[in-house]
């Protein structure tokens, strides 16, 4: 038996400590994971304004930015009652879109590739080679779709060239890094780790090549953010639609024909780094490491995965109708997909349980805080965000040694859907889209045609079934590659929805009928449901006499890195080590791996301010 702890890890978001307890086969047996810092946002918001939630919400996460604002939107709109006009809807659903596909690609490439690919192992490519391979991936590991709506050409200009001299003159970069002794970017990772083995050469150039040019080319994906919203990250929006006039002859407006075209040349190089890039190595990376039978890390969403759905298509109007209107339906819980697509147990989950207070809850059994007396686990809209810091484990000086598995040890609350805790993300979107188009429960339309298709593509060339493969840490990489490609097809699909409904005269942007809190009810409370890169994304808040009198966050993060409940049923990111053997003990690669899969954040996850301060900094003290 042997202890190991990881802490900080690093190329994530945030302070993430792991503790793993090996067996003597290098077997994990038990694993702990702990958000370790305090800051947040939930407790800044009481008071305030509800139409400047958006704002202050936006700051839990410089990352998913966006998508904070934009889902604390939906629960005001909620309360209040608000109808959003059409083109804010396209708008916003262009802009999310926009920041997935981002978010994605920056994660596979700056703070996952490095987990597959070693610049040390590039050095031993033959350039050559190299652009032959590059060739060969580009004509066999396109996804090829018959789906109509995402349709349009691919912008040339960011074609890569993929020829010897450019893999030449990477690796001659490369070499200058490593021969330099000084690392860099590149430093701080096991380059002898055996399974940087199972790649040939070649593929560890054509992978550092793509981590650099995408470096460069990541800016240009958030051209939408500019264009709607002003700035990224923390673009602007409004309660009851966004602030960007529309004019379409005036160069002065911020919506105008040129800036369009802008957002529209954006998209299209978004799909060319996605299919050309992001999409083709990831499914050739893939494709080697499950015929070497690498096959860990599935966890929990070999036994539950939760979604809430998303991209309502006409205008947004609130939980009571968002599940009628919404094109990506992977709102759902779906169980043992292990024993098969047909096999798997679907349970619906629509705007009822969202509101319904036993559903969705957080318990803090392991988690640095307090409820009132008799609580065990509260639901968001009557959550309590009271810190109660007390350490359980082994000291050494000031340093933790050990956390205490049996005591509290994570500033993350556990969120759990009818007392179950779940895996979110891109994965579980897939499982639970695949799930409800197979058994029926739907009948797909274009976006979650294109789910289906992608994933019976990739099965055929792994020749492995969905429940094989997916339930992988490899898996959970190239469901996250294939979501970038619906997320740029949506973005396209807003795109030409928002230009026909302009050119049909509809250049309305605002609903300002509810502006005025004379309008509001005395006491109101909404929910804002919405899928982000991480996964589900929920915003309770409770209005009252015109200011918010509760606010609460229950985050994808959270939900995959939260402590284990009362009953030790432990959260995603404990359940895939679990699940991983470890070939080096010093070197536990697979675990980052793995936990690097499900692209964790822990700024969001642990939202909370910090307000005493002082047992906090002692934990960092040396
Ligand atoms: Ni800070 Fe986030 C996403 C949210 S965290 S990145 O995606 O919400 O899980
Ligand atoms: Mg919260």
Redesign the pocket.
């Known amino acids: 038996m042997k202890r190991i702890v990881v802490d900080p890890i690093t190329r994530i978001?945030?302070h993430l400590r792991l503790e793993l307890v090996l067996d003597d086969n290098g077997k994990v047996q038990d694993a702990l994971s702990s958000g370790t810092a305090w800051r947040g946002i939930e407790v800044v918001l009481k008071d305030r304004d509800p139409r400047d939630a958006w704002a202050f919400a936006g700051r839990?996460?410089?990352?998913?930015?966006s998508?904070?604002s934009n889902?604390s939107l939906r629960a005001v709109e909620d309360a209040l009652d608000i109808e959003i006009p059409k083109n804010a809807n396209y708008i916003r659903n262009i802009m999310a879109g926009a920041i997935m596909t981002h978010?994605h690609l920056v994660h596979f490439y700056h703070l996952h590739a490095l987990d597959w690919v070693s610049p040390v192992a590039a050095l031993k490519a033959d350039p050559v080679a190299a652009a032959n391979l590059q060739q060969t991936i580009l004509a066999n590991y396109q996804i090829k779709l018959d789906t109509p709506a995402h349709e349009f050409d691919a912008y040339s200009k960011e074609t890569p060239a993929a020829s010897p001299a450019y893999f030449q003159e990477i690796q001659a970069k490369v070499k200058e890094i490593v021969d330099s002794g000084r690392l860099g970017i590149f430093a701080a990772h096991w380059w002898d780790h055996p399974d940087y083995e199972l790649l040939p050469p070649e593929v560890h150039l054509i992978g550092i090549a793509h981590y650099l040019a995408t470096l460069d080319a990541q800016r240009d994906i958030m051209v939408p953010h500019i264009v709607f919203g002003g700035k990224n990250p923390h673009p602007h929006y409004a309660v009851g639609g966004m602030p960007c006039a529309i004019s379409m002859n005036d160069m002065n407006a911020p919506v105008n024909s040129n800036r369009l075209a802008m957002v529209d040349n954006a998209i299209s190089m978004t799909r060319s780094l996605v299919d050309q890039y992001y999409v083709a190595d990831v499914l050739a990376i893939a494709q080697i490491h499950l015929a070497k039978g690498q096959l860990g890390g599935g966890g929990l969403a070999k036994e539950r995965v939760l979604g809430y759905g998303d991209y309502p298509d006409n205008t947004f109007k609130g939980i009571g109708e968002f599940y009628e209107r919404i094109l990506m339906r992977s709102n759902g819980i779906v169980e043992n997909f292990a024993a098969g697509v047909q096999k798997a147990k679907f349970h619906a989950f629509g705007a009822q349980d969202l509101t319904d207070l036993s559903v969705i809850t957080e318990a803090i059994d392991h988690s640095w805080y307090k409820y009132p007396d008799g609580s065990k686990t509260l639901h968001p809209w009557q959550g309590v965000t009271e810190p109660n810091y007390q350490f359980s484990g082994k000291m050494s000086g000031k340093q933790w040694q050990e956390l205490d598995e049996n005591g509290k040890y994570s500033w993350l609350k556990t969120p759990t859907w009818r007392g179950k805790t779940a895996e979110?993300g891109p994965l579980a979107r897939y499982i639970i889209v695949y799930t409800k188009v197979k058994q029926n429960i739907i009948q797909p339309n274009w976006v979650e045609t294109m789910i289906v298709q992608q994933i019976e593509a990739a099965s055929k060339l792994f020749a492995l079934p969905p429940e094989v493969w997916l339930l992988t840490t490899v898996g959970r990489t190239v469901a996250r590659a294939l979501e970038s490609q619906v997320c740029v097809a949506l973005e396209r699909y807003f795109f030409d929805k928002l230009i026909e409904n302009i050119k049909n005269g509809d250049t309305t942007v605002m609903n300002n009928e509810k502006w005025e809190p004379s309008t509001w009810p005395k006491k109101a409370q909404g929910v804002g449901a919405?899928e982000?890169?991480?996964?589900s994304?929920g915003h309770w808040v409770v209005i009252e006499n015109g200011r918010i009198k509760n606010y609460q966050?229950v985050?994808?993060?959270?939900?995959?890195?939260c402590p284990r409940d009362a009953d030790g049923q432990h959260g995603a990111f404990e359940q895939s080590m679990i699940d991983t053997p470890v070939k080096v003990a010093d070197k536990p690669l697979e675990i980052l791996r793995s936990i690097h899969s499900f692209?964790?954040?822990?700024?969001?996850?642990a939202h909370l301010f910090d307000a005493s301060g002082k047992e906090v900094s002692m934990v960092f003290t040396d």
Do not use: K, Q, S
């Not at 982000?532 to 996964?535: E, L, Q, T």
């Not at 692209?599 to 996850?605: K, R, S, T």
């Open positions: 978001e945030g839990i996460c410089g990352v998913c930015t998508e904070h889902v978010d979110v919405h982000v890169p991480r996964g994304l966050a985050v994808p993060t959270t939900w995959n890195a692209d964790p954040c822990l700024a969001c996850a």
